[in-house]
């Protein structure tokens, strides 16, 4: 599995933002995927993830103003992000959970990271 995430920068308060992710590779099968954020010095955290049956969830902070979707077709997950805060600076990481053809057990794989700068 891999991933390849694109798509930050930097956006001024109140303006949107695009991150999109790509899975590639065979053999494998993808539950859920998700958007993650991390400042310097704090944990990880969720900001978006859909399941494989489209159920999503959001962070309190983003709800309303972020949106998920997948093309599970292209093995993409992109996350909209509108009404941006400065609050929501962080590094980015496109996260997929998956199993292999034949396994039971889930695995997860994180992208390298994009970041977004939201400037006031």
């Known amino acids: 599995v891999q991933l390849q995430a694109s798509g930050g920068g930097l956006v001024q308060a109140g303006g949107s933002l695009r991150l999109s992710c790509a899975a590639s590779?065979?053999?494998?099968?993808?539950?859920?995927m998700g958007w993650y954020r991390q400042v310097p010095g704090y944990q990880r955290e969720l900001v978006a993830s859909?399941?494989?049956?489209?159920?999503?969830n959001y962070a309190e902070s983003v709800e309303g103003r972020f949106f998920i979707s997948r093309d599970y077709a292209k093995k993409t997950v992109s996350l909209q992000m509108n009404n941006v805060k400065p609050e929501d600076t962080a590094v980015y990481y496109c996260?997929?959970?998956?199993?292999?053809?034949?396994?039971?057990?889930?695995?997860?794989?994180w992208g390298q990271g994009t970041l977004v700068t939201v400037s006031s």
């Open positions: 590779g065979s053999g494998f099968i993808i539950d859920a």
């Open positions: 996260n997929v959970a998956f199993r292999y053809y034949g396994r039971s057990n889930i695995r997860d794989y």
């Open positions: 859909m399941s494989s049956s489209g159920v999503t």
